[in-house]
């Protein structure tokens, strides 16, 4: 029998059941498998009943299934599943038929399973996909990388499933070699958890400092959701605010405050110490939900440790003051926000050196634009941004964001402020708004850390007033010796 199929998936779970049904209603055939097969004929008997997919009970009936080149995608557990797979694949295909990998795998996996895979004759691509389940259905952003030759083959069927943005262009274009894919993927991921611990301190500001309730703030996302900030995040954040549960109080009050994380944010934070690159607010942010993760301890403490108490009595009395503050909220979100994206790409531009790639910034702003998580209004402007500058040093330097941030500025100081005085925790904020101040110096105390450095370890020093790479030591108690220690940095 002729083999019909244009594409395997292996890896039933929503998120692969639902690509195959988005992969089906762009006209492509696909062959289902999932290690355990009774999931196969479940999907086959239920979602996707009436379509053209095909199912497969062994590696072996799916790749007999498939037209040449073959394409076999795989939605499983990053990690050990990942391998495992590819060992069961490798027998069964032949030169020039492709693996792809659309987990959330660390991108120097990918580096290592091209090498291994193109070792075999076979090409592979690793690819990001964010969105979700609702964007896997109906068009999710795509991110994919890897072996050069695989492109063409698959350019196809990805931009015809991924998501669109104006004038139908796909959310969806290669990104770079090896694991450029995942690694484009893993700072979105970083990004997105800055953006959600963003959106937790506006509201837990509004809810302790201001005493508001669910319903007013999500009033108050509403609002916001109509301009600049206009995004999936703040979206689903007004519409969480708004659900009741059975007893008709707020759901989001009942949900306890510990959060979880599956590593992408944590992956991003520790390659960003490794690149030597400050992204200060995606660290803060991963650490934040590993405070929120210490409940028992929190809860101890919060009966030891004393502090101000959190209500902006006089804000919240008088509604015009409370507007201003709630005004002075939505800044601090936004030029955060603004230095979270510009710390992201600071990032994928010393990775892009690093690694060897060459990353469309632009490119990527448009992929993420729409249907990934971080989708908003805002990634057009980066894009923009891009467009007009494909070298900008930095985002925060670009004209409209600079002025973006100088409008915000005055808030976004006002909030950070009130939030230290009157304890309530913004990291986030704090965060961004010390690394803006921080980044604008063109001189800071590193000269008193490099001489502490150079009075106790011998490193050496720069001066201001000779030419930068030569290296003194001085002798600052009279006791050492002139003998530096070498000097290296990481
Ligand atoms: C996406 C998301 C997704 C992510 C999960 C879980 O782009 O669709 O980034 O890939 O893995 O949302 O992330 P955490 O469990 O780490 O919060």
Known sequence: MEPKADIALIGLAVMGQNLILNMNDHGYTVVAYNRSTEKVDQF??????????????????????????????????????????????????????????????????????????????????????????????????????????????????????????????????????????HYVKMVHNGIEYGDMQLICEAYNIMKNGLGMSAQEMHEVFAEWNKGELDSYLIEISRDILAKKDDDGSPLVDKILDTAGQKGTGKWTVINSQDLGIPITLMAEAVYSR???????????????????????????????????????????????????????????????????????????ALMWRGGCIIRSRFLGKIKEAYDKNPKLMNLMLDDYFRGEIKKAQKGWRNVVATAARRGIPAPAFSTALAFYDQYRNAVLPANLLQAQRDYFGAHTYERTDKPRGEFFHTNWTGKGGTTAAGTYNV
Request: proline share 5%.
């Open 44 to 181: 086959l008997a239920n979602e996707a009943k009436g379509t053209k997919v095909l199912g497969a009970r062994s590696i072996e009936e799916m790749v007999a299934q498939l037209k040449r080149p073959r394409r076999v995608m795989m939605l499983v557990k990053a990690g050990k599943p990942v391998d495992e797979f590819i060992e069961q694949l490798i027998p069964h295909l032949e030169p020039g038929d492709i693996i792809i990998d659309g987990g959330n795998s660390l991108f120097e996996d990918t580096n290592r399973r091209q090498k291994y895979v193109e070792s075999k004759g076979l090409l592979y691509i690793g690819t990001g996909v964010s969105g979700g389940e609702e964007g896997a259905r109906h068009g999710p952003s795509i991110m994919p990388g890897g072996s050069p030759a695989a492109w063409p083959h698959v350019k196809d069927i990805l931009q015809a499933v991924s998501a669109k943005v104006e004038g139908g262009v796909p959310c969806c274009e290669w990104v770079g070699e090896m694991g450029a894919g």
């Open 290 to 364: 590993c405070v929120s993760a210490l409940k028992d301890e929190r809860v101890k403490a919060s009966r030891k440790l004393k502090g101000p108490t959190p209500k902006l009595t006089g804000i919240a009395a008088d509604a015009k003051r409370k507007q201003a503050f709630i005004d002075d909220i939505k800044s601090a979100l936004y030029a955060s926000k603004i230095v979270s994206y510009a710390q992201g790409y600071m990032l994928m531009g010393a990775a892009a050196k690093e690694y060897k790639w060459s990353l469309n910034y632009g490119g990527i």
